[in-house]
Every structure is written in C-alpha cells, then in structure tokens.
Nanobody, 125 residues
Framework: QVQLVESGGGLVQAGGSLRLSCAAS????????IGWFRQAPGKEREFVAA????????SYADSVKGRFTISRDKAKNTVYLQMNSLKLEDTAVYYC??????????????????WGQGTQVTVSS
C-alpha cells in the first residue's frame, strides 16, 4: 500500500513563496515517479511538476516553469515542491501522486496510481 502525505499549504500573498512536502516510504520513492498536480474550483486537475524515480529527470508545466522546483530529500523520504513568485492563479488544492513508471516523468494524471489527500494553497492579492 502506497501512502502519500502532503503538507505545507497555506495562505500567501502574491509574489510570495511556499514549499510543499510529500512524504512517503523509502520504498515508494525508489519505485515510483512522483508528480504534483493541482485542482482549482470548477477546473480539472492539472499537471504541475514531476520527478523521475531515480531523481534524475524533471518535468514542469509551462505555467510554473522558472517559478516552481521539484526536488527530493532521500534521507527524509520526502519530495518537495518549492513555489516562488506565486500568482493568484496558483490558488488550488495541490496533490502529490505516484506513478509506477521508470522513464521520463509523465504529465497525464490518468497514469498515476496513488494520490495524497491534497493541501490547499491560497494566493491573495
């Protein structure tokens, strides 16, 4: 059973920063690629960023490229999403997800097998 636990969401002003965390077991991160997705009210869940199983490859949505960074701390069994220069349109529930895939990180949510419960990010003006 794969369990993913997100944390780090909150309220931040536009232009500010937040760091989201996705904690799981060591086995999870050695077996699965990890992706971050987000879902705003009334919208579909969309891809944000992903990290390959071996941590050597990343992928970003165009809307966050240059502002967000996905990374992993193997010692803490945690994947992070560092979000800088936040915009109002970044407001959403953010989910981390695990994909049993060993190639270049995938962007399609239907490929992901396990999901966390989500953490709310609200960007205010």
């Amino acid at each position: 059973q794969v369990q993913l636990v997100e944390s780090g969401g909150g309220l931040v002003q536009a232009g500010g920063s937040l760091r989201l965390s996705c904690a799981a077991s060591e086995r999870t991160f050695s077996t699965y690629a990890i992706g971050w997705f987000r879902q705003a009210p009334g919208k579909e869940r969309e891809f944000v960023a992903a990290l390959s199983r071996n941590g050597g490859s990343t992928s970003y949505a165009d809307s966050v490229k240059g502002r967000f960074t996905i990374s992993r701390d193997k010692a803490k069994n945690t994947v992070y999403l560092q979000m800088n220069s936040l915009k109002l349109e970044d407001t959403a529930v953010y989910y981390c997800a695990a994909d049993y895939y060993w190639g270049t990180p995938r962007r399609n949510k239907i490929e992901y097998d396990y999901w966390g419960q989500g953490t709310q990010v609200t960007v205010s003006s």
